[in-house]
């Protein structure tokens, strides 16, 4: 069964400094990965896709992941953390099954 | 715009009312989901159509009636909730179910902000 744990509910950064938000997901096929961001009082967007293709995904307002299958990981980075980039974080793994499962999330605080 | 249309945005009703959410999308997609978002709680999958065809009901109470009249509008209709219903209720599409349509991820809408009291 597929699954997807997000190592640590609450990230504090400061403005200008390196966003790292971890994604780990089980799955007995090569998945596809999916990162959503959610600001408050809205649904989720879709901020980046993993989808077989390159393992390095860009992505917009300047986010990326990379796909390491060695370590079933799908971590988010910024190089320059913005006050907007403020709000919830969800990594999610889809496989054969057509179950697309969400990780709990990451609430990002950016501090001026 | 997201592309998906929930309303209302927010709603008060009582444990006696009756209502009804609505989502709509003009994406041209073809699956269509109802969420379950808690205050620290994970995302919950509700309900699944499939080309206007229900394919998921994960245990929800009947409280809960889901509707898809076409694959552009999906409706949740409620009756007697509990206080532990208050929660946000996300709609999401996507181009389909299967195949291919996964790999595109979901547009979701805004969501109802529920209060039951």
């Known amino acids: 069964a597929q699954s997807v744990t997000q190592l640590g509910s609450h990230v504090s950064v400061s403005e200008g400094a390196l966003v790292l938000l971890r994604c780990n997901y089980s799955?007995?096929?090569?998945?596809?990965l999916f990162w959503y961001v959610q600001y408050p009082n809205q649904g989720l967007q879709l901020l980046l896709k993993?989808?077989?293709?390159?393992?390095l995904v860009k992505g917009i307002n300047g986010f990326e992941a990379e796909f390491k299958k060695s370590e079933t990981s799908f971590h988010l980075t910024k190089p320059s953390a913005h006050m907007s980039d403020a709000a919830e974080y969800f990594c999610?793994?889809?496989?054969?099954?057509?179950?697309?499962?969400f990780g709990p999330g990451t609430s990002l605080s950016v501090i001026p | 715009e997201t592309g998906v249309t929930q309303t209302p945005r927010h709603l008060v009703m009582g444990m006696t009312n009756k209502k009804s959410l609505k989502c709509e999308q003009h994406?041209?997609?073809?699956?269509m989901y109802w969420y379950k978002q808690s205050a620290k709680k994970p995302l919950e999958l509700m309900f699944v159509?499939?080309?206007?065809?229900?394919?998921e009901n994960n245990s929800v109470p009947s409280r809960f009636s889901p509707e898809c009249p076409n694959s552009s509008h999906l409706f949740l209709h409620l009756h007697t909730l509990q206080p532990e219903d208050s929660a946000l209720y996300l709609c999401?599409?996507?181009?389909?179910?299967?195949?291919?349509?996964?790999?595109?991820?979901?547009?979701f809408g805004s969501g109802t902000r529920l209060t039951v009291v």
């Open positions: 999610a793994v889809s496989d054969v099954s057509d179950k697309v499962i």
């Open positions: 799955s007995s096929v090569p998945p596809y």
């Open positions: 994406l041209g997609h073809n699956a």
């Open positions: 993993y989808t077989s293709a390159a393992t």
């Open positions: 159509y499939n080309f206007k065809e229900q394919t």
């Open positions: 999401a599409s996507s181009q389909d179910q299967t195949g291919g349509g996964r790999a595109y991820g979901y547009t």
